[in-house]
């Protein structure tokens, strides 16, 4: 299924399987997906801003630049998925889980997280800032930059070596 530079305005997309589709540049805007599933999908640089994603499955799927801002993602899965340049700007996500994700370079900033986990996941360059992390384990991810707040920081867990790092933030200078 190819659906490439669609635009949809308020669109309800509810109890469906996508499986090997095409979505790039689509816009669904102040949209409604609820109980969707999409495998090895492309949704490169679509647009689902300011919408409701709920109880939604991205398995294995090209997300390269794809639009979440001001969006409500509740109990949402991103399993192997691409999602690097994706913005999340002003989101609030709950019960939200990326596994084994590629995020980097993605804008996370003033988002409101609410039991998100990263598991394994390439954080290289993502922008946390303005975005409390307290409570966001993000040990089991690899990243050689994190944009992060140090006022947001606080209650963050993470790995002795990325604990490391982060004390250069503070002006710390660690020794063996």
Known sequence: MRADHQTLNQPIISKVMFKNASFIHVGLTKGDLTDVIFENCN???????????????FKDCKLVGLDFSG?????????KCELNLSNFTDAKLKQVRFD????RSANFYDCKLNKVAFESCDLDDVDFKQTLLKGIDI???RFNQLNV???????????SEQAIEFSKLLGLKVRD
């Open 43 to 57: 949704l490169s640089n679509a647009r689902l801003t300011e919408g409701v994603v709920n109880r939604v499955v």
């Open 71 to 79: 969006a409500f993602l509740g109990n949402v899965s991103f399993e």
């Open 100 to 103: 084994q994700s590629s995020i």
């Open 139 to 141: 040990s089991t991810c």
């Open 149 to 159: 707040s140090i006022d947001h920081l606080a209650g963050c867990v993470v790995s």
